[in-house]
Nanobody, 129 residues
Framework: QVQLVESGGGLVQPGGSLRLSCAAS????????IGWFRQAPGKGREGVSCVSSSNGLTYYADSVKGRFAISIDKAKNTVYLQMNSLKPEDTAVYYC??????????????????????WGQGTQVAVSS
């Protein structure tokens, strides 16, 4: 059973930075995708970024492109989301999610919650002065 544990959330001022971590255990496939999603109060879950294990493909939503960077440490089975130049509209609960299978690259590009099998508990990010 895949377990995902997020950490690194918190309160930060606009323009600040945070780094989220997603520690994964129980992955059984060499091909997998780890995605970051976020959900603000009263809104649906939005895909933010994704990385595929097979070739390191990364994907970013337009709203975070140029500000966020995703990376993977395969030795630690940990995915990081470096978030810079944070804005109040980035305030949300951030979740990481895992997909295992041969279509990890396509899953990353499409980045919808339905494609991901396992989810973490979420970590709160608040951007406010």
């Amino acid at each position: 059973q895949v377990q995902l544990v997020e950490s690194g959330g918190g309160l930060v001022q606009p323009g600040g930075s945070l780094r989220l971590s997603c520690a994964a255990s129980g992955l059984t496939s060499d091909s997998y995708a780890i995605g970051w999603f976020r959900q603000a109060p009263g809104k649906g879950r939005e895909g933010v970024s994704c990385v595929s294990s097979s070739n390191g493909l990364t994907y970013y939503a337009d709203s975070v492109k140029g500000r966020f960077a995703i990376s993977i440490d395969k030795a630690k089975n940990t995915v990081y989301l470096q978030m810079n130049s944070l804005k109040p509209e980035d305030t949300a609960v951030y979740y990481c999610a895992a997909y295992q299978g041969d279509t990890d690259q396509a899953v990353c590009v499409i980045l919808i919650p339905l494609d991901f099998d396992s989810w973490g508990q979420g970590t709160q990010v608040a951007v406010s002065s």
